[in-house]
């Protein structure tokens, strides 16, 4: 079992920054992939960003130039620097953790999610 806990939610107004964290605990040794999605009521939930154990990071486009995605392995922490934040990403932000796979599209274990608000 993995628990994934997020914090650094909140309300930011436009062109502001917000950091995420999601510590992870449970039964495990180590996890391979962890990463950030996020999910807007009636649409899809989208990688917002992914990063291996090796620490190779993948973004989605809209995000690109504005968001950092890190992680201290020691911690079992995912972090998810943004920055230049816009009304349109404003969603509830979901931690992602895998224990196996460095696939994080594969997505095994979730956090509760929390919500960023982006005031224009």
């Known amino acids: 079992q993995v628990q994934l806990v997020e914090s650094g939610g909140g309300l930011v107004q436009a062109g502001g920054s917000m950091r995420l964290s999601c510590a992870a605990s449970?039964?495990?040794?180590?996890?391979?992939?962890m990463g950030w999605y996020r999910q807007a009521p009636g649409k899809q939930r989208e990688l917002v960003a992914g990063?291996?154990?090796?620490?190779?990071?993948n973004y989605a486009d809209s995000v690109k130039g504005r968001f950092t995605i890190s992680r201290d392995t020691a911690k079992n922490t995912v972090y998810l620097q943004m920055n230049i934040l816009k009304p349109e990403d404003t969603d509830v932000y979901y931690c992602?953790?895998?224990?196996?796979?460095?696939?994080?599209?594969?997505?095994?274990?979730w956090g509760q999610g929390t919500q960023v608000t982006v005031s224009s």
């Open positions: 449970g039964t495990f040794s180590r996890l391979a992939a």
């Open positions: 992602a953790a895998n224990r196996y796979s460095e696939n994080i599209r594969t997505t095994e274990w």
């Open positions: 990063i291996t154990r090796g620490g190779i990071t």
